[in-house]
């Protein structure tokens, strides 16, 4: 043996702080891809949100012209029912005197409405009401 001693070969501090730089390096990287990703997603919410809003506005104005539609179409229907109503009615005082309109009103089974316009017809029988049992 030699007088030499056998240094056992140290190993340099370079080498696992440069393999943990790398490694905060890239998870840093990974988390800066990760905001990136939501900031695109955040971004096209916000976009799908304005869409949706202005969709929605455009809908609600529709909904309102509709509805002016409808009330001048309800205003029409109940006219027509007056007018109808007050054919029907001179026919059925008409009926008194003339027989073609009697056979009219009888044919078409004509009649005046009820003064209670909730009231059911004759030939419908209104709901039967719970009975409460005694006990």
């Known amino acids: 043996m030699s007088s030499e001693s056998v240094a056992a ?9 440069g393999l943990l730089s790398l490694s905060i390096a890239i998870f840093i990287a990974s988390q800066i891809g990760a905001a990136n990703r939501v900031k695109d997603t955040m971004n ?6 304005e869409k949706q809003s202005a969709q929605l506005k455009d809908a609600k104005k529709q909904f309102e012209v509709q509805l002016n539609k409808r009330d001048d179409q309800v205003k029409q229907a109940a006219a027509i029912q007056q ?3 007050a054919l029907l009615n001179d026919v059925l005082d008409l009926s008194k ?8 009103v009888e044919k078409y089974k004509v009649q ?3 003064a209670d316009s909730t009231a059911p017809a004759e030939g419908e029988k209104k709901p039967d ?7």
């Open 112 to 114: 005046r409405a009820a």
């Open 44 to 49: 096209w919410q916000l976009e799908s949100l």
């Open 83 to 85: 007018q109808y109503q």
């Open 97 to 104: 005197s003339d027989p073609d309109a009697a056979k009219i």
């Open 9 to 17: 070969p140290r190993m340099s501090v370079h080498l696992p702080v």
């Open 129 to 135: 009401e719970p009975k409460a049992e005694a006990k």
